[in-house]
């Protein structure tokens, strides 16, 4: 877009709408920004940006710099996951005061994985007006983009550092039958990969979704069975904050259950339950890790 097609739009009947809408004094507004193209903000977000009285960011400097860029100069306010709590306290003041405080995270939507929850739901404590402004959000822009087909979607954020709880977490999601999305950091990439693999099997599909809206943008699918040759491969792959989606659980059908019973019940008579689960899986084409359990929990049974 050139400086005279932005010239026409900020001088079009759109800014004259804006401009008829209510912003309330005493609110806390909710603002999306931008998670890496500085063009995917919304007007609406500009004007109310324009508007407040002070702005509340997880980083001065990181929101000084897009509000340059629009030529927006506001006091700005430090608000992180360090002192979220304590500012808290000092913006309810300020809007039991009157005035209007704009909430912004570094990218994308505040309180999603990112400060701001704590903020809210203390203003909304204190029985003060909290507005949201959509915008960017780096979860659904990559569940846009995946081609999942999928009703249903899980958000589950940053995974824990720690292998031992990372995958206790995994284990509780492995029957979900929604499409699971993750964020990652890079140098946890591989390992995160690794574990998803290893609790969910190597046919579910993940989507890659690595510096979204930026210059250098992946949006890669495939098997997690090929997940981490992919990494491996990828350049950049340890570069740039990652969203990951993973193919829900499939579907329980009756007739396969039963018919994985019976093969399992055969086995058994004959094998251990890693044998029987394995073969079961050979026989069947369904997954080792599941026939496993079904396989275990048959045993257990037979011996009570």
């Given at each position: 877009?050139?400086?005279?097609?932005?010239?026409?739009?900020?001088?079009?009947?759109?800014?004259?709408?804006?401009?008829?809408?209510?912003?309330?004094?005493?609110?806390?507004?909710?603002?999306?920004?931008?998670?890496g193209?500085?063009?995917?903000?919304?007007?609406?977000?500009?004007h109310?940006?324009?508007?407040?009285d002070?702005?509340?960011?997880?980083?001065?400097?990181?929101?000084?710099?897009l509000?340059?860029r629009?030529?927006?100069?506001?006091?700005?306010?430090?608000a992180?996951?360090h002192?979220?709590?304590?500012?808290?306290?000092?913006?309810?003041?300020?809007?039991?005061?009157?005035?209007?405080?704009?909430?912004?995270?570094?990218?994308g939507?505040?309180?999603?994985s990112?400060?701001?929850?704590?903020?809210?739901d203390?203003?909304?404590a204190?029985?003060?007006?909290?507005?949201?402004?959509?915008?960017?959000?780096?979860?659904?822009?990559?569940?846009?983009?995946s081609?999942?087909?999928?009703?249903?979607f899980?958000?589950?954020?940053f995974?824990?550092?720690k292998?031992?709880?990372?995958?206790?977490?995994?284990?509780?999601?492995?029957?979900?039958?929604a499409?699971?999305?993750?964020?990652?950091?890079p140098?946890r990439?591989?390992?995160?990969?690794?574990?998803?693999?290893?609790?969910?099997?190597?046919?579910?599909?993940?989507?890659?979704?690595?510096?979204?809206t930026?210059?250098?943008?992946?949006?890669?699918?495939?098997?997690?069975?090929?997940?981490a040759?992919?990494?491996?491969?990828?350049?950049?792959?340890e570069?740039?904050?990652?969203?990951?989606?993973?193919?829900?659980?499939?579907?329980?059908?009756?007739?396969?259950?039963?018919?994985?019973?019976?093969?399992?019940?055969?086995?058994?008579?004959?094998?251990?339950?890693?044998?029987?689960?394995?073969?079961?899986a050979?026989?069947?084409?369904?997954?080792?890790?599941?026939?496993?359990?079904?396989?275990?929990?048959?045993?257990?049974?037979?011996?009570?």
């Open positions: 877009m050139s400086t005279s097609d932005i010239h026409t739009l900020v001088n079009s009947p759109v800014m004259e709408t804006l401009a008829r809408q209510s912003y309330p004094a005493g609110t806390l507004y909710v603002v999306a920004t931008p998670i193209n500085v063009c995917d903000i919304s007007l609406r977000a500009l109310l940006l324009s508007l407040a002070a702005i509340a960011c997880e980083d001065t400097r990181n929101t000084a710099q509000l340059t629009y030529g927006i100069s506001k006091p700005l306010l430090a992180h996951q002192n979220e709590r304590e500012v808290a306290d000092k913006l309810v003041a300020r809007l039991q005061a009157g005035e209007r405080i704009a909430l912004v995270s570094d990218a939507t505040p309180g999603v990112d400060p701001g929850a704590k903020i809210v203390a203003v909304r204190a029985g003060l007006s909290v507005m949201p402004m959509p915008g960017a959000s780096a979860a659904i822009t990559a569940l846009s983009a081609g999942l087909i999928n009703d249903q899980y958000f589950a954020g995974l824990p550092a292998a031992g709880q990372r995958d206790t977490v995994l284990r509780s999601l492995e029957q979900l039958p499409t699971l999305i993750f964020y990652e950091a140098h990439i591989v390992e995160s990969v690794q574990a998803l693999a290893g609790v969910f099997g190597a046919s579910r599909q993940i989507v890659f979704a690595r510096e979204l930026k210059l250098f943008e992946q949006i890669h699918r495939c098997p997690l069975a090929d997940a040759e992919w990494l491996k491969n990828n350049a950049h792959g570069k740039g904050e990652y969203v990951l989606l993973v193919e829900g659980a499939p579907a329980d059908n009756d007739d396969d259950l039963h018919e994985a019973r019976r093969i399992l019940g055969i086995l058994l008579e004959e094998c251990s339950v890693k044998q029987a689960a394995s073969l079961a050979q026989i069947t084409g369904q997954k080792k890790n599941a026939l496993y359990q079904l396989a275990l929990e048959m045993k257990e049974a037979a011996e009570e």
